[in-house]
């Protein structure tokens, strides 16, 4: 399949700072990218769908003015968490389109954890 | 709100047998089943998926069954190995949304040697 890499693996910061969480196709181009979130032993939650040269769209009750979404090009989108604070720490996943319709492919996942 | 509903939580399977995952879903528009398996510390990963055209697909140990009817589909798992162990998580996307998947709560198999 293909391949989505996501960087940086794991994170720490202290409250108050951000953290930029960048996410990659690496064989394909993508102009849709969707990130989302993932509290232990629970389910992926859609943050929001991040458009290639244009705005990203967020899903209801997601702050987007505190995770910020630039996708600047057919292969990297990049997630901040603006101000961070311990309740956003969590796993956060990216995934873009292969090439068969519908077929998503996720990253590894950046492990967020804020002091 | 959930938009697909998924069981069992939890399953427990002996080495050599079928596990079997359930899923149900309301939204018609649907158009795309795919299933996931997610280790631990890591991404999930696209284990096999289905269109609502067809009832069944296979790949390798794993078969998709799909009831367009009953707005159900389950995943079997044949064969299943110590290895399988993990978090299996079905979903439906559909390309009016531009196939942003919605997910299940996921099932935790835990395959006994």
């Known amino acids: 399949g293909a391949v989505v890499s996501q960087h940086p693996s794991w994170v720490i910061c202290k409250s108050g700072t951000s953290v930029k969480i960048e996410c990659r196709s690496l064989?394909?181009?993508?102009?849709?990218m969707f990130w989302y979130r993932q509290f232990p032993k629970q389910s992926l939650m859609l943050m929001a769908t991040?458009?290639?040269?244009?705005?990203?769209?967020?899903e209801q009750g997601v702050e987007k003015d505190k995770f910020l979404i630039n996708h600047a090009s057919l292969t990297l989108s990049t997630l901040t968490v603006t101000s961070a604070h311990p309740e956003d720490s969590s796993f956060y996943i990216c995934?873009?389109?292969?090439?068969?319709?519908?077929?998503?492919?996720f990253g590894e996942g950046s492990r967020l954890t804020v002091l | 709100q959930q938009q697909v509903k998924q069981s069992p939580q939890s399953l427990i399977v002996q080495k050599g047998g079928i596990s079997i995952i359930n899923c149900a879903y309301e939204?018609?528009?649907?158009?795309?089943f795919p299933w996931y398996q997610q280790f631990p510390g890591k991404g999930p990963a696209l284990l096999i998926a289905?269109?609502?055209?067809?009832s069944e697909k296979k790949e390798g140990r794993f078969t998709i069954s799909f009831n367009k009817s009953a707005k159900q589909f389950s995943l079997h798992i044949m064969d299943s190995q110590p290895g399988d162990s993990a978090t299996y998580f079905c979903?439906?996307?559909?390309?009016?949304?531009?196939?942003?998947?919605?997910f299940g709560k996921g099932t935790s198999l835990l395959v006994t040697p």
């Open positions: 995934s873009a389109g292969g090439p068969v319709s519908g077929e998503l492919f």
């Open positions: 064989d394909f181009q993508a102009t849709t």
């Open positions: 991040s458009n290639e040269g244009s705005k990203a769209t967020y």
């Open positions: 939204n018609t528009a649907f158009d795309y």
């Open positions: 289905i269109r609502p055209d067809v």
């Open positions: 979903a439906a996307s559909m390309r009016l949304s531009g196939y942003a998947l919605n």
